[in-house]
């Protein structure tokens, strides 16, 4: 089982915007590359989550209530707001979608699950820094669903041959056909594999609103996408299941 996830979100090493770019601007190109993903999603018929940043969430309620209507589970993504922040935009999201927000996705800053359990989300997606010292080495914590403080606590995934995570940044630069072989190996041995990836990646190089360090712009835009394509391909051609993750956890 593959649980498939997407953020929507600003780039962690690019908060401050390029000044030639306005918010207006960042916010339409978010949703370009979110509905790029959407198609690919639409052609092979898969349903996933997608994490979307609080700080711009209520910017993106039109492409939210696209995602939601086709099928696809919304989840919250915090980077740096504070638990009423949270609270406030769970709510407002869940009243425009007419459904539960059961998902929160966090990184570096983590509320306590005493506070996320009290705002009524039912699971927490931690994830790590995806940074280029990837290779030399492993994840930090658990790598398998465990409960805590009594939530559901979804942490990344990492192969058990290669010890690379199933992150954004290896999706992004680890050749296909490897990528393909860890992802069949650790399937062998564990039930489900998570796996992420950000809309911004979809953003060219040359044409970035906010700034990258140099090891994030290899194999972006189309063949960010071509690869997306690619491991859609190898999952259908394989039939490997995939799933939102609350169709898996509950």
């Not at 190109?29 to 349903?47: C, D, F, M, Q, R």
């Not at 009423?84 to 983590?110: A, C, F, W, Y």
């Not at 069949?184 to 609103?209: C, D, G, R, T």
Request: no cysteine; net charge negative.
């Amino acid at each position: 089982m593959i649980l498939l996830t997407f953020n929507i979100a600003i780039s962690e090493k690019g908060r401050e915007k390029k000044t030639n770019f306005s918010q207006s601007e960042l916010i339409s190109s978010i949703e370009g590359n979110t509905k790029i993903i959407l198609n690919l999603l639409e052609l092979h018929e898969y349903k996933a989550t997608f994490f979307v940043e609080i700080s711009i969430a209520d910017q993106l309620q039109k492409l939210l209530k696209t995602l939601s209507l086709s099928g696809h589970e919304i989840g919250l993504y915090n980077v740096d707001s504070d638990s009423e922040t949270v609270m406030k935009t769970k709510q407002n999201l869940e009243q425009i979608l007419d459904k539960p927000i059961r998902g929160l996705r966090q990184k570096s800053h983590r509320l306590p699950y005493s506070e996320i359990k009290k705002m009524e989300f039912i699971y927490v997606s931690n994830i790590e820094e995806s940074k280029i010292d990837f290779l030399w080495r492993k994840l930090t914590e658990k790598t398998e669903i465990y409960v805590e403080n009594e939530m559901t606590i979804v942490p990344e995934s990492q192969s058990p041959y290669s010890q690379l995570p199933f992150n954004d940044y290896v999706l992004q630069v680890t050749p296909m056909k490897y990528y393909e072989s860890m992802l069949l190996e650790s399937l062998k041995s564990n039930e489900y594999v998570m796996i992420y990836a950000n809309a911004w990646q979809l953003f060219s190089k040359y044409n970035l609103p906010f700034v990258l360090p140099f090891y994030k712009k290899i194999s972006l835009s189309r063949s960010f996408e071509d690869r997306l394509e690619e491991l859609f391909q190898f999952v259908d051609e394989n039939e490997i299941a995939v799933s939102r993750m609350k169709d898996y956890l509950f």
